[in-house]
């Protein structure tokens, strides 16, 4: 009760499986008493490119542009774009980061992996030798929740995508871990395009299950062994 939820969403379709669960996130956080703010990525029609139009004014060099360079001086002059801003609030002021989308490519959709190249940026994030549990955005958690197309068995360690915890890597540690943000167990609904109706029922039902207790959860120990032992 009382704390702040960001759900960063990736799909078009409010009517997908996606936009299933984060009706049902919206709704079940909303009932604990969690203050629940969305940024539906597609809706908002967010720019995922990382270009110079994210710094507002004069470069730090104009002879030469580079974006990490530009968007760490932006940001310590207050001069990142108007998109950026709005964004970094809504960060800063979650104690919950809950990511949904769809799995493309062994990884997220270019929008959402542009929300991450644009927002996490260097002095607001991490900064030099603050990284990983000395990163920025430390008492923070993160949820990755995502779908797939493929089954349970695919993405296990002997099937043939690998184990599904190799597609989380980049995300949940290079990413969040990197900016110290803790991380909670995924939530994963597998293919669920393939299931019957009656599992689908049920995937969105332990996802409510899952939400009534989160605030109880410890966070995963998020390092190379949780990965790849
Ligand atoms: P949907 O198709 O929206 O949902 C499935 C079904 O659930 C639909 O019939 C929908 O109507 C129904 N539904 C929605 N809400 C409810 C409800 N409340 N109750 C009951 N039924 C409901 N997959 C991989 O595994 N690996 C990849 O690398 C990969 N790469 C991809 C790359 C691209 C570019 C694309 C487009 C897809 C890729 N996929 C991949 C597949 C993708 O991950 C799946 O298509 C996606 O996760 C399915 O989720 P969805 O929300 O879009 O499903
Ligand atoms: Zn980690």
């Known amino acids: 009760p009382g704390k702040k939820v960001l759900i960063v969403y990736a799909h078009q379709e409010p009517k997908s499986f ?3 669960l984060l009706k049902i996130a919206v709704e079940e956080l909303t009932k604990q008493g969690c203050s629940v703010t969305v940024s539906d990525l597609y809706a908002m029609q967010f720019e995922p490119r990382a270009t110079r139009n994210d710094i507002a004014g004069p470069l730090h060099n ?3 542009f580079n974006y990490g360079v530009e968007t760490w001086e932006a940001y310590k002059r207050g001069g990142l774009s108007k998109d950026l ?3 970094q609030k809504k960060v800063q002021e979650a ?3 809950i ?4 799995l493309f490519w062994f990884s997220m959709p270019a929008i959402l992996k542009g929300w991450m190249d644009r927002v996490l940026v260097q002095g ?3 900064d030099l030798s603050k990284s990983y549990d000395g ?6 958690l993160s949820l990755f ?3 797939t197309g493929g089954t349970k068995e695919m993405y296990s360690k002997g099937g043939i995508s690998g184990d599904i915890r190799y597609v989380l890597w980049p995300m949940q540690h290079g990413i969040m871990h990197f900016c110290g943000v803790r991380v909670l167990e995924p939530h994963i609904c597998y293919a669920p395009e393939n299931v019957s109706a009656e599992k689908r029922k049920e995937m969105l039902t332990a996802w409510t299950q899952r939400l009534k207790t989160l605030w109880k959860e410890e966070p995963i120990n998020c390092s190379p062994e949780w990965y790849f032992k």
């Open 18 to 20: 996606n936009g299933s």
């Open 62 to 64: 104009s002879e030469e």
């Open 85 to 87: 801003v709005e964004e």
């Open 95 to 97: 104690d919950l980061l």
């Open 99 to 102: 990511f949904q989308f769809p």
């Open 124 to 126: 607001f994030a991490y």
């Open 135 to 140: 990163g920025l955005l430390q008492d923070k």
């Open 145 to 147: 929740s995502l779908t």
